[in-house]
């Protein structure tokens, strides 16, 4: 019984010669996604720029603008609201950049007020929490001075604890922190909609050296993992093959990131997780297609290159959609059905199936073309340059 062929392995159609149309698809994506990445840029998650992702749970249905307008109500700046899980769970996933009460001004009053008493010494500004601070002098204080210090600055809710030795005058501040503040405020909102017990479920906050730490790893990675590939790909086939991998790769990488400012994708960690999938999937679907190529030319003798490429391609279209067409298939049904990260996360994956796909028979085939044609070329010059050098070598008559 023959199997279901999506495309025939026998074909013979020239889909190698398209890459003179396809050429300005793909310069038309690249151009539109850096134009985005530069004029528009990216819209950094919580992970990337530092700030604080709430899940607020509630007894009854409430809608998006209330929560909204709570949040607004208790002084989070900028909140981004959006229902988390289906609607009758009753829960809302807010962001915001806050990660303490207390701001940049904030602290700033705090630490000219705690400089100005005598003795002062050192003051140590937590960047990773923002809801502490520790500060030294050079003889004793007492907790009221630092409390009317603090006062003089607009902060009256502080806890004070003693630390280091007898002699060193180390004092901890902890203002009250965002987790209290959150909870205390959508239950004087909400009253008895808001669940004490189990209306906070979530609570995660990154601070901005974080945020930033995290942002230069993930861009790192990406890097590093093209930089392994191409070095992989050198020692797997050779030196004409690694270019191709790598170009297509790269292309892969720019749209994608392109479409996610579109799109209006935030980046985050799993977003990241996404790039390197993509890569993963792209380089496995460009191995398939060189290694055809190479078995190909290792029987094809004298037979054009460009010929036994669009052979070789050919014969792995088929392996190529069906894997992409399944892949797809699934991804699509968690976009469609998923909300949030995980949502997002689907998108990547199928912006990167799609461009990936495309990429292994329009961009790596055709660069290695160009590099093989390109290593024939210094081949040439060499030989003829070597042929020169030798008849300049021989003895010339009468001498």
């Given at each position: 019984?023959?199997?279901?062929?999506?495309?025939?392995?026998?074909?013979?159609?020239?889909?190698?010669?398209?890459?003179?149309?396809?050429?300005?698809?793909?310069?038309?994506?690249?151009?539109?996604?850096?134009?985005?990445?530069?004029?528009?840029?990216?819209?950094?998650?919580?992970?990337?720029?530092?700030?604080?992702?709430?899940?607020?749970?509630?007894?009854?249905?409430?809608?998006?603008?209330?929560?909204?307008?709570?949040?607004?109500?208790?002084?989070?700046?900028?909140?981004?609201?959006?229902?988390?899980?289906?609607?009758?769970?009753?829960?809302?996933?807010?962001?915001?950049?806050?990660?303490?009460?207390?701001?940049?001004?904030?602290?700033?009053?705090?630490?000219?007020?705690?400089?100005?008493?005598?003795?002062?010494?050192?003051?140590?500004?937590?960047?990773?929490?923002?809801?502490?601070?520790?500060?030294?002098?050079?003889?004793?204080?007492?907790?009221?001075?630092?409390?009317?210090?603090?006062?003089?600055?607009?902060?009256?809710?502080?806890?004070?604890?003693d630390r280091g030795q007898r002699d060193e005058h180390w004092y901890a501040l902890r203002f009250q922190d965002l987790q209290r503040t959150i909870s205390h405020g959508f239950s004087e909102y909400f009253g008895e909609l808001y669940d004490d017990g189990n209306g906070l479920q979530r609570l995660e906050s990154v601070g901005p050296r974080a945020g930033e730490q995290l942002r230069n790893a993930g861009a790192l990675s990406v890097i590093v993992a093209l930089i392994f590939i191409m070095i992989y790909i050198w020692f797997r086939f050779d030196v004409r093959y690694s270019p191709g991998a790598v170009a297509a790769l790269a292309h892969d990488v720019t749209i994608a990131l392109g479409l996610f400012v579109l799109l209006d994708i935030e980046f985050s960690l799993p977003i990241v997780a996404a790039l390197l999938t993509i890569i993963g999937y792209s380089l496995n679907d460009t191995i398939v297609v060189f290694d055809r190529i190479r078995e190909n030319l290792d029987l094809a003798g004298d037979e054009d290159v460009?010929?036994?490429?669009?052979?070789?391609?050919?014969?792995?279209?088929?392996?190529?959609?069906?894997?992409?067409?399944?892949?797809?298939?699934?991804?699509?049904?968690?976009?469609?059905?998923a909300t949030g990260l995980i949502q997002d996360f689907a998108l990547a994956l199928i912006i990167g199936i799609v461009v990936g796909t495309y990429s292994s028979v329009f961009v790596a085939s055709p660069v290695m073309l160009k590099m093989d044609n390109y290593l024939k070329d210094r081949r040439k010059a060499q030989a003829l340059l070597d042929e020169q050098e030798g008849l300049s070598e021989e003895p010339q008559p009468g001498v």
């Open positions: 019984m023959k199997m279901l062929q999506i495309y025939p392995y026998d074909a013979n159609r020239d889909i190698i010669g398209q890459r003179r149309w396809t050429k300005w698809i793909s310069v038309i994506l690249l151009a539109t996604s850096v134009l985005a990445l530069a004029f528009v840029g990216p819209k950094w998650g919580i992970d990337f720029q530092g700030g604080t992702e709430v899940i607020i749970h509630f007894a009854d249905t409430v809608d998006d603008q209330e929560v909204r307008e709570a949040a607004e109500h208790i002084g989070l700046s900028s909140p981004l609201v959006q229902r988390f899980g289906s609607e009758g769970d009753n829960q809302f996933m807010i962001q915001t950049q806050d990660v303490a009460i207390v701001d940049a001004e904030d602290y700033e009053r705090m630490i000219a007020e705690l400089e100005a008493l005598d003795d002062h010494q050192h003051t140590d500004a937590m960047e990773e929490q923002p809801d502490r601070m520790e500060v030294r002098y050079g003889s004793a204080r007492t907790h009221d001075e630092l409390r009317a210090a603090l006062a003089a600055a607009g902060i009256e809710e502080v806890e004070i604890e460009e010929a036994v490429a669009n052979e070789a391609i050919n014969q792995t279209m088929s392996r190529t959609l069906v894997t992409s067409l399944t892949t797809l298939m699934a991804v699509t049904s968690i976009a469609f059905i």
